[in-house]
């Protein structure tokens, strides 16, 4: 079975770092595309940085060049490296798999890892 797990949230000071991992086992994870998505209650989930496996790279909107994704194919782990965190990056952050093989769109899901950016 896919399994998807993050880790590395927590709380922050506005302007600081912090770097999530996420680890996928159970199948090829060369054969994903990988994203991170964060969401805030009674928000939709949105698009946070994402990597494909022909390793193109797209952010959304607010990231303006503060956080980086990052993936090693040998320890089946992709990385959001933050920077410059501000209180609404505040959300809990979620990892994806996804890919379609043959017709079938498969996406896992890891639990979530909580980010909070305060003083």
């Known amino acids: 079975q896919v399994q998807v797990v993050e880790s590395g949230g927590g709380l922050v000071q506005p302007g600081g770092s912090l770097r999530l991992s996420c680890v996928v086992s159970?199948?090829?994870?060369?054969?994903?595309?990988m994203g991170w998505y964060r969401q805030t209650p009674g928000k939709q989930r949105e698009l946070v940085a994402h990597?494909?496996?022909?390793?193109?790279?797209n952010y959304g909107d607010f990231v303006e060049g503060r956080f980086t994704i990052s993936r090693d194919i040998a320890k089946n782990t992709v990385w959001l490296q933050m920077t410059s965190l501000k209180p609404e990056d505040t959300a809990a952050y979620y990892c994806?798999?996804?890919?379609?093989?043959?017709?079938?769109?498969?996406?896992?899901w890891g639990q979530g890892t909580q980010v909070t950016v305060s003083s």
């Open positions: 990597v494909s496996s022909g390793s193109s790279y």
């Open positions: 994806n798999a996804h890919r379609t093989v043959t017709t079938a769109f498969e996406s896992y």
């Open positions: 159970g199948s090829s994870f060369h054969t994903f595309d």
